[in-house]
């Protein structure tokens, strides 16, 4: 609990959380330092998604320190120092660990049942949500990904259906992911790199939040909807957002994306009437930038 606002903060992780704070004491005015052990920020985002929240984080005083480990930190009465294994030092008023989250499965005495939880106590789950233990199931954070509120409410219907109607458990694996840093980003299916590694032919249409009407009138100079799709069948594949509204306007273009077969296609965006203005256009604009590089 903080009763102040802090003029350095250094951040130590730079997951989804790491990033978040990091954001929002950058937004508060704060000087941001942000440690992170790999070479990117959250780096199983889309590269162009990642390369906006590096972009406007530096825009509100945060900096990114890549490739370093947090090694040590001194205490002293009006600061703290913290040491990186590289040998440099941070100076700021508060730390913020956000180095991972860990199951609560210490005392819960799995060891009596044959559990045993990983290094960060989560379980592993068939899909079924089944543990190894026959009559013990879990979900939510305690197995990992994708960690997530919506997708824990999913996951704790689908255990409950398997031990009651196995035939109505449905694993919860394409779930849009919601992160709330300063501007939004939310992304659901593929990226470019890994369509790229699996060798699909895919195209990429893109909308700009300031060339909307919607987004003209409300101002918005940031933003961002990327929409990834089959070069031939004109499937959607990804869906990539990043702005205000994000976490919103991602559902759009998932509810077309789930349909089967067919019905899954970017010339939905192209039949289908928005209203006039809002941010759903975008879907439209981003359509017609991709399928002109095809047809």
């Avoid at 790491?18 to 985002?45: H, M, Q, R, W």
């Avoid at 543990?131 to 990904?145: L, P, Q, S």
């Avoid at 369509?195 to 933003?223: D, M, P, W």
Wanted: hydrophobic fraction near 40%; glycine fraction near 10%; charged fraction near 20%.
């Amino acid at each position: 609990k903080l009763d102040h606002s802090p003029r350095k903060v250094t951040v130590i992780g730079a997951g989804v959380i790491g990033c978040e704070y990091a954001s929002i004491f950058g937004g508060l005015g704060a000087k941001v330092e942000i440690i992170n052990p790999a070479d990117t920020l959250l780096s199983f985002l889309d590269f162009e998604i990642s390369d906006a929240l590096s972009y406007h984080l530096r825009n509100v005083g945060v900096r990114s320190r890549h490739n370093e480990q947090f090694e040590k930190m001194d205490y002293h009465d009006d600061h703290l120092v913290t040491y990186l294994q590289s040998g440099k030092k941070i100076k700021s008023n508060i730390v913020f660990w956000a180095n991972g989250r860990t199951g609560n499965t210490d005392k819960l005495g799995l060891e009596n049942i044959g559990l045993v939880p990983n290094s960060r106590g989560q379980l592993e789950v068939n899909r079924s949500y089944q543990t190894a233990a026959e009559n013990i199931y879990a979900a939510g954070d305690v197995v990992g990904w994708p960690s997530l509120a919506s997708s824990a409410y999913d996951q704790g219907r689908a255990a409950c259906n398997a031990i009651v109607d196995p035939d109505e458990c449905h694993f919860i694996d394409e779930v849009a992911t919601g992160i709330y840093t300063i501007p939004e980003i939310s992304t659901l299916g593929k990226t470019e790199d890994e369509l790229t590694k699996e060798k699909v032919s895919y195209e990429v249409g893109k909308a700009f939040f300031k060339n909307t009407a919607r987004g003209q009138i409300t101002g918005e100079q940031v933003g961002m909807l990327k929409l990834i799709f089959h070069f031939d069948t004109l499937e959607i594949l990804g869906i990539h957002c990043f702005g205000d509204q994000a976490s919103e306007i991602v559902h759009i273009g998932q509810a077309i994306m789930r349909q089967p077969g067919a019905a899954n296609t970017m010339k939905y965006f192209l039949n289908t009437t928005f209203n006039y203005p809002t941010m759903a256009e975008a879907y439209r604009i981003a359509a017609l930038d991709g399928l002109n590089r095809v047809f």
